[in-house]
């Protein structure tokens, strides 16, 4: 059995920064790539993006997530053909002018995290990622008639934007992407630095 894990060899290195909270509110640069490099949400021509049915799929879902999750809002974003940029704004919740009294079973509550869909279990920004990975990923299987094909890398590359310099950096980053994609690190024709 030549494929069994090896922890030596199979280790993914986490790209989180360590001692960041990822709960607090804060703003993120975020690139998430298509499995394999597979350029599946359109083509550039001309140095124009043409987005397919599927790249149309992403967008939808993208401008949704701020219905989703109340206390965010998009920025930025280009659907690349084989892989996604963003910008979120993760604000602080509107609290309460009381103290909300935690459940009754507060340990069970924390601990039992089974019960919850995989997409709560994560850290805000996680979710945000996770919840629009599987809805874009259902929905582009179904416009396929497949169930279970794998459209997202398993993991996410994620910058904290700390000041509005950095913050103006990435917005025309995003905006001359598809100008720059014939020298994309993630072109297919590219070897891959990732």
């Known amino acids: 059995m030549a494929n069994q894990y090896n922890p030596q060899i199979h280790h993914r290195r986490s790209i989180r920064l360590k001692s960041y909270d990822y709960n607090r509110a804060g703003a993120y640069f975020v690139t998430i790539c298509v499995q394999a490099r597979e350029c599946l949400f359109g083509t550039i021509t001309d ?116 000041h509005e310099k950095s913050l103006n950096i990435l917005r025309e980053y995003i905006e001359n992407n598809p100008y720059n994609w014939h020298t994309d690190q993630l072109h297919p024709n590219i070897p891959s630095k990732w």
């Open 47 to 162: 140095k124009i993006l043409h987005l397919n049915e599927y790249g149309k799929i992403v967008e939808q879902v993208w401008n949704y997530l701020p219905r989703h999750f109340e206390n965010l809002e998009i920025d930025a974003a280009v659907i690349m053909p084989n892989h996604f940029h963003g910008i979120l704004i993760c604000t602080e919740p509107e609290t309460t002018d009381f103290p909300v009294p935690p459940p009754k079973d507060a340990f069970n509550a924390i601990h039992n995290k089974g019960d919850r869909p995989f997409y709560e279990q994560k850290t805000n920004l996680g979710k945000i990622i996770a919840y629009f990975k599987y809805q874009t990923t259902k929905k582009i299987n179904q416009k396929h008639g497949l169930v279970g094909t794998k459209i997202w890398q398993k993991n996410y590359y994620e910058h904290i934007i700390r």
